[in-house]
């Protein structure tokens, strides 16, 4: 095993420090890492190995051709969102015929999981619980293919089954794009009536918090890394990086989750994949309903590698060489908290804030090219709550930052 290439579709920033980690533990055993990257303009300090970036439009047979033609022994996939996710996995392919392995879940199961339709049918069998939901198809909204005068008002009855509100998903994307909130029979009306561009699934509005999993591992071998908390869930989709991002205790949600934990496991085996998926949930009423299985590293990887003291890439780079990954939960082993900066980090907090806290990622946040000010991730052990607590407020009063937005909700997650 000389060399390694990692697929990656977004910046390779939102995955600091942990891929820089795994790069430099690659090298230490005389492994070349190279990143075949569609997005960003990392340098040695993002990525301290082979750097190539690619064409947005590249096309999974020219992306494999590029990777073997770099000489790869093995290749990993860590794009996202999911349609990159499927890119990769139509890549590997190409690269198992060719006799590079890659640490990609097959492409069949990748495309049920990208469906959020299928995903949902997949989920229910295997027990898991799901928003009641049906499937609405654009095509037949649009009048292509087949006439079926009677599939509006066969929608409009399911719709009343369920009850209002609705939320409408295009059943082929992730990161909450075209997501729209139906209240009443007559906004379903006007959205039948688009038609909508893409088919939909459209579910009950499930409220509750918003919470992730990453599992990690192939057929026998997974690992099921700390929840992470990322928010709220109700009748209004909201921009990601709205709330506090946090993985910490929880007890009475971790214990709830350990069955949950072992069906997810048990469908990952199921479908064979190789390498990461991503679980978003929501917890309510003491149960999780599952909202979505991407066949792909999680946004919130960062938090949950350090929380856990394990880093994700690590371990796909160790499945990339043949090694077995470790197998069961991850035990969780302090505090992780992630917040926008709006402003950014001031030149006066940023040491001062390394004094504090272990500040393993501050970072500019960049979205569709729109900077967005700094993410931060901090880590603190258990029982230094209230001493952090305290500094930061010291820290807020001098400093101004974190802002006091944010320094409330620190302060209330941290609290007794």
């Not at 303009?41 to 190995?49: A, I, L, N, W, Y």
């Not at 082979?50 to 999974?60: F, G, M």
């Not at 709220?232 to 910490?248: H, I, K, M, Y």
């Not at 069955?259 to 064979?272: M, N, P, W």
Request: aromatic share 6%.
């Amino acid at each position: 095993m000389r060399k390694i290439a990692f697929l990656r579709s977004v910046g390779i920033r939102r995955a600091d420090p942990y891929i820089q980690q795994a790069v430099r533990g690659l090298a230490a055993e005389g492994i070349e890492a190279g990143l075949f990257h569609t997005s960003g303009s990392p340098g040695d300090g993002d990525f301290p190995g082979h750097r190539q970036r690619l064409d947005r439009e590249i096309t999974p047979r020219q992306l494999a051709d590029v990777v073997a033609a770099w000489g790869a022994d093995a290749a990993v996939s860590i794009s996202l969102p999911c349609e990159n996710a499927l890119r990769d996995a139509a890549a590997a392919s190409h690269l198992e015929a060719a006799g590079i392995p890659t640490v990609i879940t097959p492409l069949a199961s990748t495309m049920l999981l990208v469906d959020k339709w299928e995903t949902k049918q997949l989920c229910r069998r295997a027990g898991l619980e799901v928003p009641y939901g049906f499937r609405a198809d654009s095509g037949l909204l649009a009048g292509r293919g087949l006439p079926v005068p009677g599939y509006r008002d066969a929608l409009r009855a399911q719709a009343a089954r369920i009850g209002y509100p609705l939320m409408a998903k295009p059943v082929w994307d992730s990161t909450s794009v075209g997501i729209r909130t139906l209240r009443t029979p007559a906004e379903l009306d006007a959205w039948l009536a688009g038609p909508p561009e893409a088919s939909a699934v459209l579910e009950e509005v499930v409220e509750g918090d918003l919470c992730s999993v990453d599992i990690v591992g192939r057929p026998g071998a997974y690992r099921v890394l700390p929840l992470c908390w990322t928010g709220r869930a109700g009748a209004e989709p909201v921009f990601t990086f709205a709330d506090l991002r946090w993985c910490g205790p929880r007890p009475e949600a971790d214990a709830a989750f350990a069955d949950v934990a072992r069906t997810l496991v048990a469908l990952c085996g199921e479908l064979g994949v190789q390498g990461s998926v991503n679980v978003d949930m929501v917890y309510t009423g003491g149960r999780f309903v599952v909202l979505e299985v991407n066949p792909r590293v999680g946004g919130a990887t960062t938090l949950s590698c350090a929380a856990s003291g394990t880093n994700t890439f690590a371990t796909l780079a160790r499945m990339a060489r043949g090694l077995p990954p470790a197998g069961g939960p991850v035990r969780r082993t302090g505090w992780a908290v992630e917040f926008l900066a709006g402003e950014g980090v001031p030149a006066a907090a940023s040491a001062v804030l390394r004094d504090i806290v272990t500040v393993v990622t501050a970072h500019e946040l960049v979205i569709d090219g729109v900077p967005r000010g700094d993410i931060v991730v901090l880590a603190l052990p258990e029982g230094e709550e209230a001493a952090t607590v305290k500094a930061l407020t010291e820290l807020h009063a001098t400093t101004g930052f974190p802002a006091a937005g944010v320094l409330g909700k620190i302060t209330s997650l941290l609290g007794p």
